[in-house]
């Protein structure tokens, strides 16, 4: 028995299917994870992200902690309620974990960070934060749901307070605010537009309730996993975790090297790989034959050396299988997977393969 | 519930077997695994003509979660597959008894119906599984 999070019996009585999720008891789907991803694609869908453990920061210093804590820099933050993705690096340059950072004000952050890591996430933030002075507050009795599709905005602002509707509205893309109970971010890990929101448990009983009688799709753990491939937004422990650089995972438009003179942990060891040769590819990789690619399975490049893949699945919109792959240094746009004893035939394509409805890649070719 | 249909053998391993006339068995995968292994995207059939042993890979079914093998309950020789398969592997979602069968072979010996399960065994065995 895992944890639960409160929607955990609207889950049930939707008659999703329950795994294991990093210790949550998580819904994987409600009968067909197909059709919940095109949900998103096409209408809105809803999911329970509650698991993820929320983290406030507070004190004098918060802004110059996280500028050490994190390889992102905040002094791209510059409004309130802005947010910045980042990863968190250990003296290595291994990634602990990925997060995003919103500007709640001069002295106080909000990230949110994976529920799998928290235990080890909480700990490492901790300890850094003790010569800051930084007070570290898990905010683990609010939930959260996130509310992602084209339509999922227009369907979702009844539930928000009537007097913050206007603003919840005119929020841009990666940015937040507070609306009375709610904290409101125009975030998600999709490809689509939508919210997230943030809330004390109990109330968010009656979102989820009214998400779902004004016809948004209850969406499991399984289409957000092919909805945030698809967007080619990576998933920690499958695409990168403390054995390897984000510079070999596709991120290093997430670290900041200017100023030279911020020393955020894990930068020698960045700057050693920034340069190599040998630093590793990381691409999206589409199947030119029928499969389905999967994670781990060895990418032989002819002549060149071999990779992996690090997720891989049927992606719902092309109608094909996709993958995020870690490659050998090289210049090549071909190569062959592995799967059950035969090399089939992959094109390395450029990411996103979908993002706000459209496929983007070239698929014949 | 998952259906179980009253004239088909089943294995452990959630493969069905149905009995045709003139000696030639048809399967395919039960509805208990088309749940379990949620929205299918690709089937990988054997050639026609192939031979295969009991216990040995016959197919395998990928779903949006996971690959997975099936094997064959019998001992005998692929006749004919299911092609269709290859466009619409969703047919064993939507119909596992009837449009999304996988192989038909013909048995290499008399099918021994004591190796096999009776619904209600089979029924039995999965309600002990979700115990």
Known sequence: MGSKTILFEKHNEAGARII???????????????????????????????????????????????????????????????????????????????????????????????????????????????????????????????????????????????????????LRPFYSLKAGNMFIARTGYTGEDGWELCMPAAEALEVWDQLISRGVAPCGLGARDTLRLEAAMNLYGADMDESVSPLESGLNWTISWEPIERDFIGRAALEKLRNSPDRRRFVGLLLQDKGVLRNHQKVVVQGIGEGEITSGGFSPSIGRSIALARLPAGDYDRATVEIRGKLLKVRIVKTPFVRNGKIKIDIEG | MNEIPRDLFYTKEHEWLRCEDGGIVTIGITDHAQAALGDLVYVELPEIGQDIDEAGEMAVVESVKAA??????????????????????????????????????KPMNNIDESRLMSPDSYQQFINDLED
């Open chain 2, 68 to 105: 997975s093998d099936v094997y064959s309950p019998i001992s005998g020789r692929v006749l004919t597959v299911n092609e269709e398969l290859a466009d619409v592997p969703e047919k064993i979602n939507s119909d596992p008894y009837g449009d999304g069968w996988i192989v038909r072979m």
């Open chain 1, 20 to 170: 294991d999720f990093g210790g949550w008891d998580m819904p994987l789907h409600y009968g067909s994870q197909k059709q919940e991803h095109q949900a998103v694609r096409q209408n809105a869908g809803v999911f329970d992200v509650s698991h993820m453990t929320i983290i406030d920061l507070s004190g004098e210093y918060v802004r110059a902690f996280l500028q050490y804590l994190v390889a992102n820099d905040v002094a791209k933050l510059q409004d309130f309620g802005k947010a910045l993705y980042s990863v968190m690096l250990n003296a290595d340059g291994g990634v602990i974990d990925d997060l995003i950072i919103y500007f709640i004000s001069d002295n106080n952050y909000r990230l949110v960070v994976n529920a799998a890591t928290r235990d080890k996430d909480l700990a490492w933030i901790k300890n850094q934060a003790k010569s800051f002075n930084v007070i570290v507050n898990e905010r683990d009795e609010l939930a959260m749901i996130a509310v992602q599709g084209p339509n999922a905005r227009q369907l979702a602002v009844d539930s928000i307070a009537v007097e913050h509707r206007d603003a919840v509205l005119a």
